[in-house]
Nanobody, 117 residues
Framework: QVQLVESGGGLVQPGGSLRLSCAAS????????MGWYRQAPGKQRELVAY???????RYADSVKGRFTISRDNAKNTVYLQMISLKPEDTAVYYC???????????WGQGTQVTVSS
């Protein structure tokens, strides 16, 4: 059974920084892609960033240059470093992982990020 446990959300002022973490357990390996999505109130869930097993990354245009995704394969953990946060970054952020061993897409429970003065 795969579990994705997120941490690091919270309230931050505009221009501030946060780092989200997502620890994976179960059948998620270093070769599986992992990423972050977000969902703001009244909006659809959208891709923020992902990193493949080979280390390639992709970012939403709205976060390029401000967010950085990384992974620690030894800890089976993916991180999202967020700087220069804007009020429009406010959302619930979800960790995602695709397991090649059982061809299943897994989601974390979500962590709230609020950017407000």
């Amino acid at each position: 059974q795969v579990q994705l446990v997120e941490s690091g959300g919270g309230l931050v002022q505009p221009g501030g920084s946060l780092r989200l973490s997502c620890a994976a357990s179960g059948s998620i390996s270093s070769t599986d892609a992992m990423g972050w999505y977000r969902q703001a109130p009244g909006k659809q869930r959208e891709l923020v960033a992902y990193v493949t097993g080979g280390g390639s990354t992709r970012y939403a245009d709205s976060v390029k240059g401000r967010f950085t995704i990384s992974r620690d394969n030894a800890k089976n953990t993916v991180y999202l470093q967020m700087i220069s946060l804007k009020p429009e970054d406010t959302a619930v952020y979800y960790c995602n992982a695709f397991s090649h061993s059982d061809l299943t897409n897994y989601w974390g429970q979500g962590t709230q990020v609020t950017v407000s003065s």
